[in-house]
C-alpha cells in the first residue's frame, strides 16, 4: 500500500511530493477519516491501525472484516480478551445503551498502549452529545499510551472534537453539501475538490499547513 499524488484531479496546494511515511500519524497523533461509505476510508484505517501493535476497533455498523483480529460482541467478551487486536461489533442492545457504550471506551481508556478506532462516530455520537470516554481518550488518552482514529460519512453531524483533536484528516468523496462545508470549514480542503473525488482518491489535511492532493490508494505497492 502506498500514496500516490493524481495531477489530473482538482488539486489543494502541494509543495512537494508526499511519501507513505509522511502521511501516516505518529505513534502519539490522533486521526479523522470522512468520506462515503465505499470511498475507500475503510481501507485506509485498516491500513493506519496495522501500523500499530494493539489495536480496539469499535464497529457500530457491524462491517468490519479485518483478518487478524478477534470479533466479539458483547462488551463482557472484548474485556476478558487479551488478544492484542479486537473488533467490538456491539449488539443492538448494547449499541443503544450510552452506559454500555462509555463503558468500551472506558475500558479501552484504562488498558492503555492502545490505537482506538472507531469506524462510524455517527452511530454512538451526534452533534457535541459523545461518550465521556471516547472524548477523555481523544484529549487524554496520549499520556496512556492511548490514540484514536475515527472515521465517519456524516462530518456535519458529529462532535467537534473528533477533527479539533486531530492532528492528521484524510478526505475521501462526500455527497452532501453540509458535510463538504464543515469539512472544508475545519481542514481549508474547498468543497469543490471534495465533490470531484472518485473512489480510493483523497485530501490529506495535517493539523498545522496546507492540505495535500488529491492521493490515491495504491493498492498493489
Not at 475515527?150 to 483533536?165: G, I
Not at 462545508?181 to 475545519?186: C, L
Request: glycine share 6%; hydrophobic share 35%; aromatic share 10%.
Amino acid at each position: 500500500m502506498s500514496f500516490v499524488e493524481t495531477s489530473s484531479l482538482p488539486t489543494a496546494p502541494i509543495e512537494t511530493p508526499s511519501s507513505f511515511e509522511q502521511l501516516l500519524p505518529g505513534v502519539t497523533d490522533r486521526a479523522a477519516l470522512v468520506g462515503q461509505t465505499g470511498s475507500g476510508k475503510t481501507t485506509l484505517a485498516e491500513v493506519l491501525c496495522n501500523q500499530r501493535p494493539y489495536v480496539v476497533a469499535i464497529d457500530p455498523k457491524g462491517m468490519l472484516e479485518w483478518d487478524g483480529y478477534h470479533v466479539h460482541t458483547t462488551l463482557e467478551a472484548l474485556t476478558q480478551d487479551r488478544y492484542p487486536r479486537l473488533i467490538y461489533r456491539p449488539t443492538y442492545a448494547e449499541l443503544s445503551d450510552p452506559e454500555t457504550m462509555d463503558l468500551a471506551f472506558q475500558w479501552v481508556y484504562e488498558r492503555q498502549q492502545t490505537a482506538l478506532y472507531v469506524d462510524e462516530i455517527y452511530g454512538i455520537a451526534e452533534g457535541d452529545q459523545a461518550p465521556y470516554h471516547y472524548k477523555a481518550c481523544l484529549t487524554r488518552g496520549r499520556e496512556r499510551g492511548v490514540v484514536v482514529y475515527t472515521a465517519t460519512q456524516r462530518p456535519a453531524r458529529v462532535p467537534q472534537v473528533m477533527f479539533s483533536e486531530s492532528e492528521h484528516v484524510y478526505c475521501f468523496h462526500l455527497k452532501l453539501p453540509r458535510d463538504r462545508e464543515r469539512v472544508e470549514d475545519m481542514t481549508g480542503i474547498s468543497e469543490e475538490a471534495i465533490a470531484g473525488l472518485p473512489k480510493w482518491h483523497f485530501y490529506y489535511a495535517p493539523q498545522e499547513g496546507e492540505p495535500i492532493g488529491p492521493l490515491t490508494l495504491d493498492l498493489d505497492a
